[in-house]
């Protein structure tokens, strides 16, 4: 069964920071670009970083640029996002995405999706 598990989220105060880890399971994710998305409650689901299949290359939504960092360890076919900073605007439920085509900021090429982790930034 092919599927991705997102770990790692939480409560956590505003100026804190969190790593979400995003694993692999029945593929591997060197095959692939991985996007990392978030919704908030009444809200679309948004981009927030991507990688390409090396992680060499990576984008990320102004939002969060110079916050938050996409890291890739083939090895253990496990993405993460490491969250510093974190802001009260920042909970949401964040979802990693693995994408066949290559590295891309379209939510629909995505081909596979974690279930989610809630990440609440509050005082």
């Known amino acids: 069964q092919l599927q991705l598990v997102e770990s790692g989220g939480g409560l956590v105060q505003p100026g804190g920071s969190l790593r979400l880890s995003c694993a692999a399971s029945?593929?591997?994710?060197?095959?692939?670009?991985i996007g990392w998305f978030r919704q908030a409650p009444g809200k679309e689901r948004e981009g927030v970083g991507f990688?390409?299949?090396?992680?060499?290359?990576?984008i990320y939504a102004d939002s969060v640029k110079g916050r938050f960092t996409i890291s890739r360890d083939n090895a253990k076919n496990t993405v993460y996002l490491q969250m510093n900073s974190l802001k009260p605007e920042d909970t949401a439920i964040y979802y990693c995405?693995?994408?066949?085509?290559?590295?891309?900021?379209?939510?629909?090429?995505?081909?596979?999706w974690g279930q989610g982790a809630q990440v609440t930034v509050s005082s």
């Open positions: 990688t390409g299949r090396s992680g060499f290359r990576t």
């Open positions: 995405a693995a994408a066949s085509v290559g590295l891309c900021v379209v939510r629909d090429s995505y081909d596979y």
């Open positions: 029945g593929f591997t994710l060197d095959s692939y670009a």
